[in-house]
């Protein structure tokens, strides 16, 4: 289950981003468009997955990402804070609090998922856990959705004109 949950994490913020570069490429005046399938994507979707992941069923997560804890605490930490980024974005859509909002939520939590994908690379490299999955998966694909994330939300901030950085 939870492979699969993993799986669909990935999906979601895929389309997400997709979704959200597409609205960017038809033209000025759809970067909240792009912010909206960003944030329901990458921080609805994405985070409110993470949280069942790592809260719910923490007993098989903790094998499938190989961090083993007598206490389950490491794991609801985890899930708590992707469970507060996916309840940000739903607010943010749900009760339109606008573009600035929207990039703040996505940009945060790309910074919290960078932080991990650095984790990850970290124990990959060090020769902790040398695993496809963390290499490619935990790492590179983090990393490279986080990225992107944060341009796409740059680009929207630009076209409602405001100051990304």
Known sequence: MVRLLM?????????????GFYALGQGSGHGEDALIAVTIGFCVVMGGLSWVRHFLLWREDEKFI????AAPF???????ANGAFALAGFLAVVFEWGVAALAAVVVCYAVYLLQ???????????????TPQRLWGSFVG????????????AMALADAGLRPF
Request: aromatic share 14%.
């Open 142 to 153: 983090t990393l490279a959705i986080s990225v992107m994330v944060v341009v796409i939300s």
């Open 116 to 130: 991990a994908a650095i984790m990850h690379g970290w124990r990959y490299f060090s020769g902790q856990s040398r």
């Open 74 to 80: 490491f794991h609801w930490e985890v899930g708590f």
């Open 7 to 19: 799986i669909l994490t990935y999906i979601a913020g895929g389309v997400g981003v997709a979704v």
């Open 66 to 69: 190989g961090v083993h804890d």
